[in-house]
């Protein structure tokens, strides 16, 4: 007799594109490959964070669990910067969270906030990890148009809004894939409809110190000064170049962090004392030069490729923000077939924007996550291509 020993929960993970990629990459291509898919910075983390994880590895007092809801001087740290970075005023122990990385906040706080039945409206396209949380805790996944100006989504979350009644709204800018940014404007009137109709925006501010053009990168909580109904993720892995030591916070109203604090107090026992101590030298050691620089990193991949993907003939989204560009295929492609020929001819591998959900269909993601030298190389290579 056979039994089904997995949940059938796995049902909702949709189809891995990483699998595909690294199916792809069984086989060699015709030019030397080019690494564009992976959402992570390609450069080490500055070396006075990592001096600082050095200091405190061989201290016994940090080989016990930490604190269950983060490390006193981080919590002050992430209220320090919002109160600098952003105007916000948080209380430390009252409204941040210490996370392992988002993608473990995220999941946490749903489970936390999340009834069976409950409309949550996720941006279409989005990073999956929304999609599947959503589903794997029982919510209704109601998606809105994320491949439009966040102004333009407006009036359909508040029409949404009106037909689900959700207890949640996400939005995630810089976005990932689209990498539009949002005005202050745009989460001020977010602002109101969550007021409305008494809906939790949460806000994925992942990609905050990566914008282009001079545009700045604004929170939610600019817009909500009480923190009332809002929830906010805050990153290190890009900003910092720590995607690998999983740390990250979760700013919100009292209510909502007591409820994720203990739900997540039944997961897991937080992050290694010495990484939340590099974390706090992470946002208080790191001079301004260093944020000027990394837009300036960003800016120069991005303005490579869109002067490779202009010459290709392509159609592309020129990205505000977040470190990805979201290109259309060509007429009559899928993404999974575009992808295959931009790998096996010109050795570029990119992710299927099917990956990211319906919206997708007609689209890959390429990540800015080379050296200049790299993307300079992989626009050349888009620019001959125009027998798509």
Same mark, same amino acid.
């Given at each position: 007799?056979?039994?089904?020993?997995?949940?059938?929960?796995?049902?909702?993970?949709?189809?891995?594109?990483?699998?595909?990629?690294?199916?792809?990459?069984? /086989?060699?291509?015709?030019?030397?490959?080019?690494?564009?898919?992976?959402?992570?910075?390609?450069?080490?983390?500055?070396?006075?964070?990592?001096?600082?994880?050095?200091?405190?590895?061989?201290?016994?007092?940090?080989?016990?669990?930490?604190?269950?809801?983060?490390?006193?001087?981080?919590?002050?740290?992430?209220? $320090? *910067?919002?109160?600098?970075?952003?105007?916000?005023?948080?209380?430390?122990?009252?409204?941040?969270?210490?996370?392992?990385?988002?993608?473990?906040?995220?999941?946490?706080?749903?489970?936390?906030?999340?009834?069976?039945?409950?409309?949550?409206?996720?941006? $279409?396209?989005?990073?999956?990890?929304?999609?599947?949380?959503?589903?794997?805790?029982?919510?209704?996944?109601?998606?809105? $148009?994320? @491949?439009?100006?966040?102004?333009?989504?407006?009036?359909?979350?508040?029409?949404?809004?009106?037909?689900?009644?959700?207890?949640?709204?996400?939005?995630?800018?810089?976005?990932?894939?689209?990498?539009?940014?949002?005005?202050?404007?745009?989460?001020?009137?977010?602002?109101?409809?969550?007021?409305?109709?008494?809906?939790?925006?949460?806000?994925?501010?992942?990609?905050?110190?990566?914008?282009?053009?001079?545009?700045?990168?604004?929170?939610?909580?600019?817009?909500?000064?009480?923190?009332?109904?809002?929830?906010?993720?805050?990153?290190?892995?890009?900003?910092?170049?720590?995607?690998? *030591?999983?740390?990250?916070?979760?700013?919100?109203?009292?209510?909502?962090? $007591?409820?994720?604090?203990?739900?997540?107090?039944?997961? @897991?026992?937080?992050?290694?004392?010495?990484?939340?101590?590099?974390?706090?030298?992470?946002?208080?050691?790191?001079?301004?030069?260093?944020?000027?620089?990394?837009?300036?990193?960003?800016? @120069?991949?991005?303005?490579?490729?869109? /002067?490779?993907?202009?010459?290709?003939?392509?159609?592309?989204?020129?990205?505000?923000?977040?470190?990805?560009? *979201?290109?259309?295929?060509?007429?009559?492609?899928?993404?999974?077939?575009?992808?295959?020929?931009?790998?096996? /001819?010109?050795?570029?591998?990119?992710?299927?924007?099917?990956?990211?959900?319906?919206?997708?269909?007609?689209?890959?993601?390429?990540?800015?996550?080379?050296?200049?030298?790299?993307?300079?190389?992989?626009?050349?290579?888009?620019?001959?291509?125009?027998? *798509?």
């Amino acid at each position: 007799m056979k039994f089904q020993l997995e949940s059938s929960k796995l049902e909702f993970f949709r189809p891995d594109a990483f699998g595909f990629i690294n199916g792809l990459k069984k /086989e060699p291509p015709k030019q030397k490959m080019i690494n564009l898919s992976i959402g992570a910075p390609n450069r080490p983390t500055p070396k006075w964070i990592v001096e600082v994880m050095k200091e405190n590895l061989s201290n016994p007092a940090y080989h016990t669990y930490p604190p269950q809801h983060g490390a006193p001087e981080l919590l002050e740290g992430v209220a $320090d *910067w919002y109160k600098k970075r952003f105007g916000v005023t948080v209380k430390p122990e009252e409204n941040v969270l210490v996370t392992v990385g988002i993608k473990e906040a995220i999941f946490n706080a749903l489970h936390a906030l999340v009834n069976a039945g409950d409309s949550i409206l996720v941006p $279409d396209p989005g990073y999956p990890t929304y999609f599947e949380a959503v589903l794997f805790t029982g919510g209704k996944l109601i998606t809105y $148009d994320g @491949d439009v100006d966040p102004m333009a989504t407006l009036g359909e979350i508040e029409s949404l809004a009106v037909l689900h009644k959700p207890k949640m709204v996400i939005v995630n800018y810089p976005s990932n894939p689209t990498g539009r940014v949002a005005s202050k404007e745009y989460y001020e009137r977010l602002s109101e409809l969550s007021c409305k109709y008494g809906f939790v925006v949460m806000s994925d501010l992942a990609y905050s110190e990566i914008a282009f053009d001079g545009l700045e990168v604004n929170s939610y909580f600019e817009a909500q000064q009480n923190l009332e109904l809002g929830l906010e993720y805050f990153a290190f892995s890009k900003t910092y170049n720590m995607a690998g *030591w999983r740390v990250g916070a979760i700013i919100a109203d009292r209510r909502l962090i $007591d409820s994720v604090k203990l739900y997540k107090s039944k997961i @897991d026992s937080n992050v290694f004392y010495p990484i939340q101590l590099a974390a706090v030298a992470a946002m208080k050691s790191t001079p301004d030069s260093y944020y000027r620089e990394l837009k300036e990193i960003y800016q @120069d991949r991005r303005d490579a490729i869109l /002067e490779g993907l202009e010459a290709s003939g392509l159609s592309f989204t020129a990205p505000q923000g977040a470190m990805y560009v *979201w290109i259309s295929t060509p007429e009559g492609t899928d993404p999974w077939s575009f992808t295959e020929k931009l790998y096996r /001819e010109y050795g570029i591998l990119v992710v299927p924007g099917t990956a990211y959900g319906a919206n997708g269909s007609r689209k890959v993601r390429l990540g800015l996550v080379q050296e200049f030298d790299v993307m300079k190389e992989a626009a050349r290579r888009l620019s001959e291509g125009r027998s *798509w």
